[in-house]
């Protein structure tokens, strides 16, 4: 009998299949399934597959949602992939392990205290405002060094950069603006690419995914 696809395998064939044109191996392209608005009954399935890399974008909610789980499934890997207020510092850094919305200066200065409270240091990626857009949230480009500069000093873990794209314009440019402005800052990971876009992210050396909708489907 032939055994359909789940969605887990489907993104997972994807990741490969873009790895292998772009010569790259899909073990340094981690998939994080971005589980925000989505209850314990539509997770479960993905931890029972045995995937355990998962991305909230609300402290709150991931507290309310994730240390249950944490005391049934072993080696939980959390990212925050929201937005970050200062005074959730110390909740996400007990929480997360990684954070991938460090934007401003105001965090550079709370995470370290943050990070000795909660007894431990947590890798941040470097969110960038890639397409230089009012509304969104991350760095401005322009003070993207003086940012990377300040969190070093500050002894924060960099484990890269990340952005979200303008919506409904070709993202494939700004994948790689991300990519050159990491190489120019001396920063390795790029966290880049969600189900719309995530295999031209890969193809353009992403190492983090951010999926939500191709793995759970819609959120409510
Ligand atoms: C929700 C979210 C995602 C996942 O989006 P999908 O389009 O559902 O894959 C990725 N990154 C961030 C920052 C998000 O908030």
Redesign the pocket.
């Known amino acids: 009998m032939e055994k359909t696809e789940t969605p887990l395998e489907m993104v997972r064939a994807n990741i490969a299949k873009q790895c292998r044109i772009a010569r790259r191996e899909p073990d340094d392209v981690t998939l994080i399934a ?1 589980s ?1 608005k989505h209850g314990e009954e539509t997770i479960v399935p993905l931890l029972d597959e045995g995937h355990r890399v998962f ?1 909230e ?1 609300r402290v709150q909610e991931a507290q309310d949602k994730w240390p249950p789980l944490r005391e049934r499934y072993e080696g939980i890997e959390l990212h925050l ?2 937005q970050l207020q200062s005074n959730k510092a110390e909740d996400a850094a007990a929480l997360f392990d990684c954070i ?1 919305s460090l934007d401003r200066m105001s965090l550079v200065k709370a995470l370290p205290k943050a990070f000795e409270k909660a007894g431990r240091k947590v890798p941040c990626f470097i969110q960038v405002n890639i397409g230089s857009e009012d509304q969104k949230g991350g760095v401005a480009i322009a003070e993207l060094a003086e940012l990377v500069a300040a969190a070093r000093e500050a002894e924060i873990p960099l484990a890269g950069l990340m952005c ?1 794209p303008p919506a409904d314009i070709e993202p494939a440019p700004f994948f790689a603006l991300l990519g050159k402005l990491a190489d120019e800052n001396g920063l390795e990971g790029l966290s880049m690419g ?3 876009d995530y295999e031209t992210a890969v193809m353009l050396g992403a190492t983090h995914v ?5 793995l759970f489907g819609a ?1 409510g």
């Open positions: 971005v925000k991305g974008n992939v929201g991938h979200i969600m189900s719309g951010r999926v939500g909708t191709a959120r």
